[in-house]
Nanobody, 123 residues
Framework: QLQLVESGGGLVQPGGSLSLSCAAS????????IGWFRQAPGKEREGLSC????????NYAASDQGRFTITRDNAKNTVYLQMNSLKPEDTAVYYC????????????????WGQGTQVTVSS
């Protein structure tokens, strides 16, 4: 059974940085792409980034303006989302998800989800 566990969320001041982690287990990692999504209260789940096993990363969210970077450590079965210059509008629950290759920006394409980690950007 494929499992995903996010960590690294928390409270950060505007302009600060956070690095989220998504630890994956229970599957053949080279067949799966991992995506990061977020969902703010009252809003739809938004696709942020996706990365393949080979490390090819794609950023989907125009709102991040180059502030978010997705990376992957296959030896640790972990995908990271580095977020810099955070803004209050980045406040949301952040999720990682897995699907069979290739990447997609759409939540409905993903079969496996983590429980989410809260990111709050506030002074």
């Amino acid at each position: 059974q494929l499992q995903l566990v996010e960590s690294g969320g928390g409270l950060v001041q505007p302009g600060g940085s956070l690095s989220l982690s998504c630890a994956a287990s229970g599957f053949t990692s080279n067949l799966y792409a991992i995506g990061w999504f977020r969902q703010a209260p009252g809003k739809e789940r938004e696709g942020l980034s996706c990365i393949t096993y080979s490390g090819g990363g794609i950023n989907y969210a125009a709102s991040d303006q180059g502030r978010f970077t997705i990376t992957r450590d296959n030896a640790k079965n972990t995908v990271y989302l580095q977020m810099n210059s955070l803004k209050p509008e980045d406040t949301a629950v952040y999720y990682c998800a897995a699907k069979r290759y290739p990447c997609s920006r759409y939540a409905f394409d993903y079969n496996y989800w983590g429980q989410g980690t809260q990111v709050t950007v506030s002074s």
